[in-house]
């Protein structure tokens, strides 16, 4: 750290630096490091900052902005839902709050400012049902929407309550009565302490939600919402979790801008202030909960000095939309994320040559077969004990039983009629000339496609029409043919989140616990990393992996639930000949006392894998047997030259 | 000089490796065939051709011309069309706004009629829109669409994927014609049987690599040579 | 007790707000069905639209030769974004899209306000369109009338472009699948400008139509949004029929529910995108797949 830097910015910086690795939660055991430079850095301002041109009324809106934006960042930066309609939440906070305060002469102003919070809280809730039922940019146009229908609504219908274009004057000061002495927050220098408070208390909150396993858990769905569902999570659940957390902090920051202000402005609705809120929030960085006060500062500082000391007027706004459009189109990750950027790329070149793993030698085809002949005569490898292992014992008889499974797409069948059962411990493999419709009996099997007719019963209990989460949570997982990982995050990460579903359900609102505090969480993930052979990659970030290692970790998601029955989608595909070879002798010694279907086109790997074979063929079950018997039966060599004969 | 010489070709699917080294020729006039197992890079081989997926390395040498890396459109309009596995007609168009649409930036394109004449069926459907047509109406609209353009070249991905065996051998008829009258072309099948009955050549494509090439001869006289590398 | 003339007048009112709804949400999602990428700066084209037809209109008197001028000069503007910053973030997580064209947004609108304030300025009809026109038992005012045909005719040019041109052609089989138009010869990037260019074009010419009923300001385009989001969610994002349907369902929307308590008309609006979205997620007329 440059100590030669305005201390205050420097504090800034080192906040941001410690508080989140590549925006997760995996922070190392000195954490309350954050907490206590964001404290130090809160009473260090107003002996600083006012040097720098800042006035006290500015210190105070960039606290308020910031406490704002910190419950956006944690739906936006972190959970990956851009919201252009939190000024409904800010304004409906605080107008309940001023209304109290003023209208109906509650005499508490923090216990005002928290039933504002809940207020908004519940509006946000039952907003998030409509908002959340889509994704992408229908959230992001209803949550538009939103923003005016309130601002209509606040400013008509219920005018008589809000005050309508004039607002809601009066809002009286905070008072604190300490027995022996009454603190009036009534001028700049006292308010600055009461905001200062209650946004160190919002930071503080906000960190350990963002440690806790509901925060890595939002970090995942940002970035594969997909998995983040396979795996075992409740996903629609935790996006409503954290659009109410974005509507509580705006709503205690509305109530503080009342309070602030000692009245409550109508402009808090009005979509600007959503604007406002998004582009300094992209401006000093999503992710990084700092992001939105780094951004406040900039936003707020330069439309002072803009208009005051260059004298611009209104054009101001124009100057700050210019930097701001600039910002997104070349420095992404905004002010704070490019200094953490450039932090890691400092940092990485220590690592880098250090830990790069050899590359694979290339194979020609005839040698990948010398050494597959070689590696097949090998022992098997010792088999890894299963941890947390599903009572497999308690039920008897196949593990896996699908009968009639058919399905239609419109007047294509794609499967037909198919009964398939896999006894426990079984390793089966299924094959099929193209068309054969293994993928779509793969997704029945796992149900993210529901079967046209049929019935599906896992470990006795029947899972036809049931949800991917479910399923998981029951114990059938699979890895998918195209990985499907959480690639803004660890490989330790990566697994910690397959692991946490396994651990505390579908859904916990354990916001408060960190998540390095689950019991058997850290035992878990590093036996399923043992399992797959990344051990000594666990902190790299997905990026940095060579294809055959995030295909390792595509498989280690799935084990880490510690599934009943795993399902692999061609766990081969785009591989190079070693890393075909190195990824058979891992499922051998995965396989060891598991059951496991695979789908690949290797033959010849597929066929050292399992003890028995189903081939496909449009649709339905050609046939059934071990590799042997498979390899020599007629039909099924038909099957693959082709099936048609000369007329 | 031939029509298409492809040498050290390595294609990727995001980071996956499907393409190692892929060399492979077709001179004008000859039917050549890629036959290999699911997911031996039959796909990937033809989308590099087209520009469809963009190759790492590699040279694609066309008609004297280089264009590995370029875009689709410009390899379109170098005298290269694919015909995709997945057909990709344009549901909300007609048929015959299909066929028009692909002739448009064609400088030699075909008049309907001569499309119309190879493909009756397709006369008959002109106004029915791409979502209603079955699924061997479809290919020959796919198949269509890529004439219509009279390329130089003409890839096939699995044409006969899916398809009931009599449309089968309505479509091998047309594409036998086809080549009788000269037209050069490149086919990715799994459906080993029909391929060789259209193929003067094959080349065996296993996990992305060459392996070898035959006449289609050579195959027929020993059969196994198939059944070792893409049967069971 | 309804005043009858008063509820006709309304609903022509709806009418003619519909038609020119349908026009800039046609605009808008004929953009995102070809290029994937909600314009948010929709609204602030609009706005320019007007602008750049009062402009003209001052410096030519002639009210026609503005609606052209703001016409092409929006449409110009859409290309030129396209060319510029859009096509460097189709690669781009959709959240980075949607951020970069709402600053632009915000900047086309500063710019405005910088060079010619924040207070909102008349457009005159043209002097033939003056007045009010009898239509029986009711007075209508005579510019709006003309605008529904005037927006009529425009939706008509859209829909023989869309649907009976050859460049038309190509725009929806680019909406359906943009990678085989490529692979048909056709460069799709230059599509992709064109039908910018021409959904930004369809805002900025709603934009000069409307202004002698509105008058321009900065902050007309935000409302415009909005009801333009709503638009779309109701009729069905990509889908121009849809764009048609949706705008007059809000149009009346907003035009009925104005006549008992003006504060409602949005919230009315909300309740039916909102019914919408429970009942028939993709919108009415829209297609699963695209979000």
Known sequence: ?647 | MSLLEVEGLNSYYEDSHILFDVALNVERHEVVALLGRNGAGKSTTLKSLMGVVTPRTGSIRFDGQEIAGQKSHAIARAGMQLVHEDRRIFGSLNVEDNIILAGLTAPNRWPLERVYAMFPRLKERRGSRGTDLSGGEQQMLAIARALVREPKLLLLDEPFEGLAPVIVQNLLATCRKLADEGQTILVVEQNVSAAMMLADRAYIINNGHIIETHTAQALRDQPEVLHRHLGV | ?291
């Open chain 1, 1 to 647: 750290m440059d100590c030669s830097a305005p201390p205050a910015a420097n504090e800034l910086d080192a906040n941001e630096l410690d508080a989140n690795e590549n925006g997760d939660a995996m922070t190392r055991q000195r954490a309350f490091i954050v907490e206590l430079l964001t404290a130090a850095g809160l009473i260090a301002a107003p002996f600083i900052l006012p040097y720098l041109g800042f006035t006290p009324t500015t210190m105070n809106r960039i606290l308020v902005w910031g406490l704002f934006g910190i419950g956006f960042d944690i739906l936006f930066g972190f959970t990956g839902l851009l919201s252009f309609g939190q000024s409904a939440f800010f304004g409906t906070g605080g107008m309940v709050a001023a209304y109290l305060l003023t209208v109906v002469n509650y005499p508490n102003v923090v216990s005002a400012l928290f039933i504002g919070l809940i207020a908004a809280g519940i509006v946000g809730f039952l907003v998030g049902l409509i908002a959340l039922r889509r994704t992408g940019i229908y959230f992001a146009m209803i949550t538009v929407a939103i923003a005016e229908v309130f601002y209509f609504v606040e400013f008509n219908p219920l005018s008589e309550y809000t005050g309508g274009e004039n607002g809601l004057p009066g809002v009286p000061a905070p008072v604190l009565n300490l027995g022996f002495t009454t603190i009036h927050f009534n001028t700049d220098r006292t308010l600055y302490v009461f905001l200062a408070f209650w946004f160190f208390v919002g930071m503080v909150i906000a960190l350990r939600i963002v440690r806790s396993p509901v925060g890595v858990i939002l970090s995942a769905i940002r970035d594969n919402p997909l998995r983040a569902s396979a795996v075992g999570h409740n996903v629609h659940g935790y996006k409503l979790t954290a659009f109410v957390i974005a509507a509580a902090y705006a709503g205690f920051a509305g109530g503080l801008l009342g309070v602030m202000q000692g009245f409550m402005p109508p402009d808090a609705f009005m979509f600007d202030t959503s604007g406002q809120l998004v582009m300094q929030t992209a401006i000093g960085g999503a992710g990084t909960l700092f992001g939105p006060l780094v951004g406040a500062v900039v936003w707020l500082y330069l439309s002072d000095f803009l208009q005051t000391t260059l004298h611009l007027g209104a054009a101001w706004k124009l100057v700050l939309g210019l930097v701001f459009v600039l910002l997104v189109c070349f420095l992404r990750r905004g002010l704070v994320g490019g200094i953490k950027d450039l932090y890691a790329l400092i940092a990485e070149r220590g690592v880098k040559t250090r830990e790069a793993p050899g590359p694979l030698p290339a194979l020609t085809p005839e040698e990948e077969k010398v050494t597959r002949l070689a590696v097949a005569k090998e022992p098997a490898p010792a088999a890894m004990p299963a941890l947390h292992r599903k009572d497999d014992d308690a039920f008897s008889g196949p593990i896996l039983q699908a009968t009639g499974l058919t399905k239609r797409f419109g007047g294509l069948v794609a499967n037909s009629a198919i009964d398939f059962s896999v006894a426990r411990g079984e390793r089966r493999g299924i094959i099929g000339p193209n068309g054969a419709g293994k993928s779509t009996f793969f997704k029945m099997l796992t149900c993210e496609m529901a079967p046209s007719s049929g019935r599906i019963v896992f470990r006795g209990s029947d899972i036809t029409g049931k949800t991917v989460t479910d399923v998981c949570q029951l114990g059938l997982t699979k890895s998918y043919q195209v990985n499907q990982l959480f690639s803004g995050l660890t490989v330790r990460d990566n697994v910690i989140i397959a692991a946490l579903a396994e651990l505390r359900g579908k859904f916990r609102l354990d916001l408060f616990r960190s998540v390095h505090r689950i019991p058997g969480l850290a035992e878990q993930v590093e036996h399923t990393l043992a399992l797959v052979d990344l051990a000594d990659r666990a902190d790299r970030p997905v990026a940095a992996l060579a294809y055959g290692e995030k295909r390792r970790l595509e498989v280690g998601l799935a084990l880490a639930s510690s599934p009943s029955l795993l399902l692999l989608d061609e766990p081969l595909a785009g591989m190079s000949p070693a890393e075909r070879i190195e990824m058979v002798k891992l499922l051998k010694s995965i396989g060891q006392g598991r059951t496991m279907i695979i789908i690949d086109h290797d033959m010849d790997s597929l066929f050292e894998l399992v003890e028995r074979v189903t081939v496909l063929q449009e649709g339905r079950v050609l046939v059934e047997g071990t590799p042997a018997e498979i390899k020599g039966n007629k039909a099924v060599q038909e099957a693959y030259l082709g099936g048609v004969r000369a007329a």
């Open chain 3, 1 to 291: 007790m309804i005043n009858w003339a008063n509820f006709i007048s309304q609903c022509f009112n709806g009418l003619v707000l519909g038609a020119l709804l349908a026009l800039i949400s046609s605009g808008l999602t004929i953009i995102y069905g070809t290029l994937g990428v909600l314009n948010l700066a929709h609204g602030a084209m609009f706005m320019l639209g007007g602008y750049a037809g009062w402009l003209t209109f001052t410096y030519t008197g002639s009210f026609i030769v503005a609606v052209f001028a703001g016409a092409l000069f929006v449409g110009l503007v859409g290309v030129v974004m396209e060319r510029v910053v859009i096509r460097h973030f189709y690669a781009r997580p959709h959240a980075d899209q949607l951020l970069v064209t709402f600053g632009i947004g915000i900047v086309f609108v500063e710019t405005i306000r910088f060079f010619f304030g924040s207070l909102s300025k008349a457009v005159p009809p043209p002097p033939p369109l003056v007045g009010i026109t009898p239509l029986g038992f009711m007075f209508y005012p005579t510019y709006r009338l003309a605008l529904l045909g005037i927006v009529a005719a425009a939706l008509l040019a859209l829909y023989i472009v869309l649907y009976r041109s050859r460049i038309g052609m190509i725009v929806r089989a680019g909406i359906e699948d943009s990678v085989m138009v490529d692979s048909l010869g056709i460069d799709v990037y230059k599509i992709f400008m064109l039908v910018f260019g021409i959904g930004a074009m369809a805002a900025g010419f709603a934009g000069i139509v409307n202004a002698p009923v509105v008058s321009i300001a900065p902050d007309v385009g935000e409302g415009i949004l909005v009801q333009t989001f709503v638009v779309v969610v109701i009729g069905g994002v990509g889908s121009f029929p849809g764009a048609i349907l949706g705008g007059l369902i809000a149009g009346e929307i907003i035009s009925i529910t104005s006549m008992f308590n003006p504060g409602y008309a949005y919230v009315m609006l909300f309740v039916a995108m909102t019914l919408v979205l429970v009942l028939r997620p993709y919108g009415l007329l829209g297609t699963a797949g695209r979000e």
